[in-house]
Each structure stands twice: as structure tokens, then as C-alpha cells.
């Protein structure tokens, strides 16, 4: 394949897709809007699962260096109720089929696979057109551009490509998440520190919850989950942490304090996600030239699968691009009919099971769940 590929974006998705090209030879460039790899936070821990992001570290030959990143005793998770009672706790045997690494030194592995010159940093896309015969123009914000015959958007929720393909945009979920972190927890943090465990913790009700996950170094970062409209958080002055604590705490008035404490204690300002989906059954007419990957194609609430239903799109990409190096429209269409099923199926079981575990019932019929799976049913 002579074509060199263009993907926006150096998420997990996009730099699978670049390995696995790599590895078959074929030319990628990769343009990334963050001006290094270190300018801000790649997010906290991820459960690659055998299913699905292992399969893709395999096509990408890195699975010797993923293992080395594995924290061991991360899959051991307990659910609480607002009071810190522990309704159901399941260690860490080390049998678990989705070892937990950090994102951010799964992306570093991503990084140092790929030829040097690879990813052109502090390239933000503002634009893309069409310019016929399978061709399209990608306008930067500085106001350069380029032309490529084979455009991949992995570019996550707010896709640039995404228009060149579909009218869909992220709609809110009616959810927003604050992430907190807590370092030193042990030590500086123990009530917190023992309420969560060695692994992961979560304590949930219909509106309100906090999961919380032990990381590298002693460090507890959580995710303060609020059914809010976004009017609610927008009335938030992020920009004052000792404001913004507080009112995200009273939202959890009466909640146990060492629960809490993961909200008040942050030893880091509170950063606001709110939650945006695609639709379920997004997908598009095949337009010779182009593609999306990941959140891009099909951006769902947080069920565990993005990180590694985008690896794997990456990963089958590249495997399709090279198994047709003579057709890119055949390659980009078997692509594409995996993708959409798979990514259909997975938003569907993920939305059927958010209902079933995070419902009216929850925290009980969480504790269900997971007791039934663990009985085989």
C-alpha cells in the first residue's frame, strides 16, 4: 500500500491504528491538537479486556510491554452503601480477564512503538472538506493544511472528521462526572484509603455516586458521579476549587464521611466531565476516503469498553488496510460493518446493563448482579 494514512488524533485508538500500520509497513501520520505528550493528564486506570483491547495489543506486538504495566490486585472491587457499609467485596485472584493498567503509561507504550516523527504535536484541526475522488482537505488552526487520499478521524467526541461522514453530534447524557485525586492515601488519607480498598470502590444510588480507584504511587482518584441537568454544574465556579468542592459535597449530605472525604480531601481542583453519547445505531454511508474510529464513531457513556473497543478499532483498521493494500474502499467497508455491529452490541448491553445494576434498585441490585455472575447464572 503506497497510500500514506492521516489520523487526527493520538488517543489509544489512533496510535493502535498507527502501530499496526507500522507494522505492516505501511506510511501513517498521526497529528495531535495536545502540543506534547505531557501536557495534561491521560485519565486514570483502564481494565483491558481479553475480549477486545488485549486482542488489539496482540495485533500491535506489545503485549510483553503491556503486562509490565499491569497493577497487580487492581481487580479487586467492592460496592458500598452511602453509609461505608460493605455490601460485596471480590479479591483479587489474579484470574480476572481485565488486568488494570494506567492509561496514560499504556499510551506512553503506544508512543515509543512508532517511528520518531510519527505524531506531529500542537496540530489542532479547526476544519475538513471534501475535495473530490476520495480526497480531503484538513485546515489546521494555524491556518496550514494538507490533502490525503485516506483520512482517519480519531479524534473522540467532538470530532472534526465526524462531519464529513454523519449530521450526528453528542448529545448529554444527563450525567456529569467530577474527578478528584487523593495522594499519599495511606497516610495522608486512611478513612478514605481503607473505605476503598485495594482495587476499586463504588458507592451508588439512583442519582448520586462515587467510584474511586487505587493507583499508581498510593494515589485514590474518584469520579463523582451527579444526575444533574448541565444548567446545575454550570452554576459551579470550577475555576474556584474551594467553591466547587463544596457545593459537589453538599450534594452528598449525609453520605459517610470517609466516602466523602474523597470529595473534600481532593488534593487536586475538582474537574467537571459531563457525559455526552452518540446515538446507538450510529453509523454512515461508506464515503471513499475516510473513516472514524473510537469515540469519534461511537461515543457512549463510561462502560468500561472505549478505551478498548477504540484499541481494537484501530487494530482492525490496520489489519483491513492491509489485507486490501490494492482497494481501500474494500478495506475501509469490512472495516466498517465490524465496527458498526460490534460498537451496536456493546452500547446496547452497556445501556441495558446501566439500567439493570444503576436503576431505582441500586445499590441492592448492583450487589445482585455481581452475585449472580459470581454464581454463574
Do not use: C
Not at 21 to 47: F, N
Not at 101 to 118: F, H, K, M, N, Y
Amino acid at each position: 500500500m503506497t497510500t500514506d494514512v492521516t489520523i487526527i488524533g493520538a488517543g489509544l485508538g489512533g496510535l493502535t491504528l498507527a502501530r499496526v500500520l507500522h507494522l505492516h509497513g505501511i506510511p501513517a501520520t498521526v497529528y495531535e491538537a495536545e502540543p506534547s505528550p505531557a501536557a495534561r493528564s491521560q485519565g486514570g486506570m483502564l481494565d483491558i479486556h481479553d475480549y477486545n483491547g488485549q486482542l488489539a495489543l496482540q495485533a500491535a506486538d506489545l503485549m510483553d510491554e503491556f503486562r509490565s504495566l499491569i497493577l497487580e490486585g487492581r481487580q479487586a472491587m467492592r460496592i458500598l452503601d452511602r453509609d461505608g457499609a460493605v455490601l460485596f467485596e471480590e479479591p483479587d485472584d489474579g484470574t480476572g480477564g481485565r488486568p488494570e493498567v494506567q492509561r496514560g503509561e499504556l499510551r506512553q507504550i503506544l508512543l515509543d512503538s512508532l517511528p520518531a516523527g510519527t505524531v506531529r504535536w500542537g496540530h489542532k484541526v479547526s476544519s475538513t472538506r471534501a475535495l473530490g475522488e476520495g480526497r480531503h482537505e484538513v485546515t489546521f488552526a494555524d491556518g496550514s493544511t494538507l490533502d490525503t487520499s485516506l483520512l482517519v478521524g480519531a479524534d473522540g467526541a467532538w470530532s472534526r472528521v465526524r462531519p464529513l461522514l454523519s449530521t450526528a453530534t453528542p448529545e448529554y447524557t444527563g450525567k456529569s462526572v467530577i474527578h478528584t485525586y487523593l495522594f499519599d492515601a495511606d497516610t495522608r488519607h486512611p478513612a478514605a484509603a481503607k473505605a476503598v480498598g485495594g482495587g476499586s470502590m463504588l458507592a451508588p444510588t439512583p442519582t448520586r455516586e462515587i467510584f474511586a480507584h487505587r493507583e499508581r504511587g498510593d494515589t485514590l482518584h474518584a469520579y463523582v458521579g451527579l444526575t444533574e441537568p448541565q444548567e446545575w454544574s454550570a452554576a459551579i465556579d470550577f475555576t474556584d476549587a474551594v467553591v466547587a468542592t463544596a457545593r459537589i459535597a453538599q450534594a452528598f449530605d449525609g453520605w459517610a464521611p470517609e466516602l466523602t472525604a474523597l470529595i473534600t480531601d481532593t488534593d487536586t481542583a475538582p474537574v467537571l466531565r459531563p457525559l455526552y453519547t452518540l446515538p446507538i445505531e450510529h453509523r454512515w454511508d461508506r464515503v471513499p476516503g475516510v473513516t472514524l474510529l473510537g469515540d469519534a464513531a461511537h461515543l457512549t457513556p463510561p462502560n468500561g469498553e472505549g478505551a478498548n473497543l477504540a484499541m481494537l478499532d484501530g487494530a482492525e483498521l490496520g489489519e483491513a488496510l492491509a489485507a486490501h493494500p490494492d482497494d481501500i474502499d474494500a478495506a475501509l467497508t469490512a472495516y466498517e460493518q465490524a465496527m458498526f455491529r460490534r460498537s451496536a452490541e456493546a452500547a446496547v448491553e452497556g445501556a441495558e446493563r446501566e439500567e439493570r445494576m444503576f436503576g431505582e434498585g441500586t445499590p441492592h441490585s448492583l450487589v445482585d448482579a455481581f452475585t449472580a455472575h459470581e454464581r454463574g447464572h
